[in-house]
């Protein structure tokens, strides 16, 4: 059977790159393909089963090109326990290139897939198929989240309230049997009141049941249907036969009941679950206050557009992330931070979204908006976090794959034996039924994704981002972390302390040649020389042909010879004498020195210091008691490397590593065993975060950082990592007791019902109870505290 199929493919640079991909993928058998430069795709016919596509990207990845992936996040519908996200993780992920994350306590999927293979719309169709609704999110009208589970909670709670009133006369009857009271004469009338609570209010188990059973699966919700349905059927077959046997309406009209009230409990705590990231979406106004020729208007805020001008007032949040072009205030900013104390801002600060003016009015242009402010990308990296799975998730979902099938097979295999051994089929149904509805796999798939939902939720509001849940899952296992020091360790805002120029060099002409050397540099050193010369009133030098030797210096054109600052090895090594012992004096001190020269002849130095952050020694000596290795990487001299891991109490540390090297290095101590964490801030930080087991970036630092680490501290404080290792552990130790009741249920329950020991009624009360055990432990995570502050 042939199947062809369009693959995008990326980096070809010439069409001699086609040739080869083409050559290469011609060479498989039952592969045929054209590859078209022009629009970067390959078109493949695939005589399967010799040709697959897997086959044909491994080839096209072989020859060192890259094929193009996207992916795209599904809201579903209609699952009702693990089962129904197992079922449709599986459907996704046998279609070719396709690699899916079902999470069943937020009803979204996360598809990874090749396009020209599948495309979202396929995937969505796929999921129909199998009786079950999918749409793209971005094709889902925006909603509040709180008002959409607050609907479905009254959904619920209508429910429930009308099974109860018709299943209250069969309560009635049972409660009156139970305290040895004559109950209400003949089976016609529980049979009036239990069709309708069999056939209509638990229509829509009857629905998802047969959705699962039509996609070749089963879920819960069979085995409900199955034990009331028997019940229901075995009771009506006695009442109309006028066998001389004992009635269970009321077992079946309690059951769904129970059910019905156990949906209605958990609906309600999984509202709380998504309780934090809830509250991030409520920050963001809803009005803005836009500036135009003068005229102030008010407008929506998604019709902000960067670059507009808009109005903040006293005690108003602010909309979008901006710049403050006029006014003074305080701005509360702790919705970032977790900080309570508000910070001052002045003209030319940045200010972010969702936080809140304090006193004054404040005049801002807008710098980030839409997806593109602050705590959009909180609310994304949350929601991110909360949708994907740790490790100790694939066993609960390999169980829950298998979980139903093996129960109809113990639940019959319950019926078979009972009734050879007691010789009672009556005795033997009830064990099965039993069985059937004690058996949920609801408990299990909600164990570890409402943990996780809780925990990065609460995370968030106190300062703390874990990127995905293997971040959250891996922090609580750190043997070794990692600091950078300038920027991280230090508060990164170095001052210039010294300028010691050379013999016969004006001091205002070695700054005048620094500035213009280090005028087009973000590095904090850089930024210190430069404001150090403006505010001594030096202009900088007119220079060319800048070059930059990352991790050295740099070099230029000034007035036809070349200038050159950087490290003092940097400046030995072109061939300039330095002051070798200004130098050692400075740097024996602690501080970072810069040397500069102007052609052959030496300029002089300028010593530069950065402040230790408060809390730098106490949170090493913090890790250390917990039994945890601290070390320290920094492209700093030795000396000035020695004094600040003296100070901080760190005894293993790297000076004079460039920033290509850092991931070098990070690599080298996971090599020891264990599992490393880098903390930094800084662009040249990055490779060395990605290296880690577990980045962690501080939130004040490069955007580059932040992106590329496991964990953001949107406070810049250090402590920040110890509060995420605490919540890691916390929020682990949750997962593990969930996993406990969800376990226990079933391990004390299904023995017990097997061998006719537990009524079908209490059986489904058991049930119920579990989900919501479950989720509510879940919620006691909200009890969690950062470090006192």
Sequence with gaps: MSNAISLPIGGMSCAACATRIEKMLNRRDGIQAHVNFATERARITLDEPRGSIDDAIDTVRKAGFAVETRSVDLALGGMTCASCA??????????????????????????????????AADLVARIEKAGFGAKSLDEVAPEDPAAQRAAAWRLERN???????????????????????????????QFAFATPVQLYCARYLYQRAWNAVRSGAANMDVLVVLGTSIAYGFSTIVLFLGLNQPLYFEASAAIVTLISLGRLMEARARMRTSAGIERLLQLQPATAHREHDGVITDCPVAA??????????????????????????????????????????????????????????????ATGVGADTALARIVRMVEQAQGSKPQVQRLADRISGIFVPT????????????????????????????????????????????????GTGRGAQAGILFRNADALEHA???????????????????????????????????????????????????RA????????????????????????GVTGEIGGETARLGAPAFLRDSGVVLDDDVVHTLESAGKTVIAVARGDRFLGVIALADRLRADAAATVAALKAAGIRVAMLTGDNERAAGVVARAVGVD????????????????????????????????????????????????????????????????????????????????????????????????LGLPLAAFGMLNPVIAGGAMAMSSVSVVSNSLLLNRWRPRAR
Aim: aromatic share 6%.
């Design 529 to 552: 020389i430069v404001d150090h010369a403006r505010a001594e009133g030096i202009d900088a030098a007119v220079m060319t042909g800048f070059t930059a030797v990352p991790g050295r």
């Design 86 to 119: 197992a079922r449709i993780e599986k459907i996704l992920n046998r279609v070719p290139t396709v690699h899916a994350s079902v999470n069943f306590a937020t009803e979204r999927a996360h598809v990874t897939y090749v396009p020209g293979v599948t495309d």
């Design 652 to 747: 293993d540390y790297r000076a004079g590593v460039l920033p290509g090297h850092k991931a070098d290095a990070v690599a080298q101590y996971r090599a020891r065993g264990g599992t490393v964490g880098m903390v930094g801030d800084g662009i040249n930080d990055a490779p060395a975060l990605a290296a880690a087991d577990v980045g962690f970036a501080i939130g004040a630092g490069a955007a580059v950082a932040v992106d590329t680490a496991d964990i953001v501290l949107m406070r810049s404080e250090l402590a920040g990592v110890l509060d995420a290792i605490s919540l890691s552990r916390a929020t682990l130790s949750k997962i593990r007791q969930n996993l406990f009741f969800a376990f226990i249920y079933n391990l």
């Design 159 to 189: 429910r429930f309230v009308l099974t109860v009133l018709l299943s209250a006369p069969l309560f009635y009857n049972m409660i009156a049997m139970l305290a040895g009271h004559v109950p209400m004469p003949g089976g016609w009338w």
């Design 304 to 365: 902000l557009r960067r670059d507009d001008v808009f109005v903040v007032r006293p005690g108003e949040s602010l909309p979008v992330d901006g710049t403050i072009l006029s006014g003074t205030s305080e701005v509360n900013e702790s919705m970032l931070t977790g900080e309570s104390a508000p910070v001052l801002k002045n003209t030319g600060d940045r200010v972010f979204g969702g936080t809140i003016n304090a006193h004054g009015a404040l005049r801002i242009r």
């Design 476 to 526: 609580r296992t750190l043997s070794t972390i990692i600091f950078d020091k300038t920027g991280t360790l230090t508060e990164g805002r170095p001052a210039v302390t010294d300028t010691v120029n050379a013999s016969g060099i004006d001091s205002a002409h070695l700054l005048s040649v620094a500035a213009a050397l280090e005028q087009n540099s973000e590095h904090p050193l850089a």
């Design 407 to 454: 129960i109809i097979g113990l639940a019959v295999l319950t019926f078979l034996v009972g009734w050879a051994a007691t010789g009672s089929a009556t005795w033997s149904l009830v064990s099965a039924v039993s069985v059937l509805v004690i058996a949920c796999p609801c408990a299990l798939g909600l164990a570890t994704p409402t943990a996780i939902m809780v």
